[in-house]
């Protein structure tokens, strides 16, 4: 079984600075994925960064990249000079490596950016 | 490139009444198909998932049931909507690989009066 957990309050932060949102995954599976979602007031889900758990560096995308701590099974998603756009909800989700691709999400987390 | 529909967009049935979501997939073959539930502020709930015509594994018990009566087509359905079915419906796809990010439709908003 899966978990992600995902504590943060609402989130804030100023326009063009840098926020971590964290994320804290459970697994008894040996090799396994963690993904980001990004899911705006529109209501549609977008995939941001993937990292998988045998990939030795961590995962950067864009703005975005995945600050993946293994032994602390933490897969903190680190946004870089935030832009107004980014005010969302994002969920960090986690999937066994395997034909079904299933995917256990946290409760997600709001962010906000101010101008 | 790939596409997902899925409608409608928005939904209001009364409970008791029966309901049909569906989803389609465009510029692929064979792909892993998906139905989430999203409650008011929360995280996405598995309920169903395909991995091929007629295959169909359910998650979570409850009222709904799915079927895949072609490669890209996956509907949710249920008899008799109850009040706790309302909600934010959204299907979901990828290529069944792992490390492969699931693809997210843009949802149907359910509510249930």
């Known amino acids: 079984a899966q978990k992600i957990t995902q504590t943060q309050p609402g989130m804030f932060v100023q326009e063009k600075e840098a926020v971590t949102l964290d994320c804290t995954y459970d697994?008894?599976?040996?090799?396994?994925?963690l993904f980001w979602y990004k899911q705006p007031s529109s209501g549609e889900m977008i995939f941001l960064i993937y990292q998988g758990s045998y990939d030795q560096q961590n995962a950067t995308e864009g703005r975005y990249s995945l600050n993946f701590q293994k032994a602390r099974k933490s897969a903190n998603l680190v946004i870089s000079a935030s832009q107004l756009g980014d005010s969302a909800m994002y969920f960090c989700?986690?999937?066994?490596?395997?034909?079904?691709?299933?995917?256990?999400f946290g409760k997600g987390i709001t962010l906000s950016v101010r101008p | 490139s790939q596409t997902i529909h899925q409608w409608p967009a928005t939904l209001v049935q009364p409970v008791g009444s029966p309901l049909s979501l569906e989803c389609t997939v465009e510029g692929t073959s064979n792909p892993n198909l998906y139905w989430y539930r999203q409650a008011a502020g929360r995280g996405l709930q598995l309920l169903f998932y395909?991995?091929?015509?007629?295959?169909i594994s359910s998650e979570v018990p409850q009222n709904l049931s799915a079927s895949r009566p072609q490669d890209r087509q996956f509907i949710l359905s249920s008899k008799k909507l109850l009040l706790s079915d309302s909600g934010f419906y959204l299907c979901?796809?990828?290529?069944?690989?792992?490390?492969?990010?699931?693809?997210f439709g843009n949802g149907t908003r359910l509510t249930v009066t």
């Open positions: 979901a796809w990828t290529r069944g690989k792992s490390g492969r990010p699931l693809h």
């Open positions: 697994t008894s599976d040996p090799s396994y994925g």
């Open positions: 395909s991995v091929g015509i007629g295959q």
């Open positions: 989700a986690t999937g066994e490596a395997g034909a079904n691709s299933k995917l256990t």
